[in-house]
């Protein structure tokens, strides 16, 4: 059994941990952003966030509301 492959297909990808945590993080907030029908303090509040801390990692991740 190969335990490696999770690891192998990073790799091969050439995508770095910082990529793949980026696009995790921006799939999370933009389904938070769809439940809450684009309300920020919602959203917020659903991934127990404050509202500025949403805000700037909107922006570091360029997600427009």
Same mark, same amino acid.
């Given at each position: 059994?190969?335990?490696?492959?999770?690891?192998?297909?990073?790799?091969?990808?050439?995508?770095?941990a910082?990529?793949?945590?980026?696009?995790?993080? @921006?799939?999370?907030?933009?389904?938070?952003? /769809? +439940?809450?029908?684009? =309300?920020?303090?919602?959203?917020?509040?659903?991934?127990?966030?404050? @509202?500025?801390?949403?805000?700037?990692?909107m /922006? +570091?991740l360029?997600? =427009?509301?």
């Amino acid at each position: 059994r190969n335990h490696h492959s999770v690891l192998s297909m990073s790799v091969g990808s050439r995508r770095s941990a910082q990529d793949l945590i980026e696009d995790f993080e @921006r799939k999370i907030i933009i389904e938070a952003l /769809k +439940r809450s029908d684009g =309300n920020i303090t919602q959203a917020a509040q659903e991934l127990s966030y404050t @509202r500025p801390y949403l805000h700037r990692k909107m /922006k +570091r991740l360029n997600i =427009n509301s």
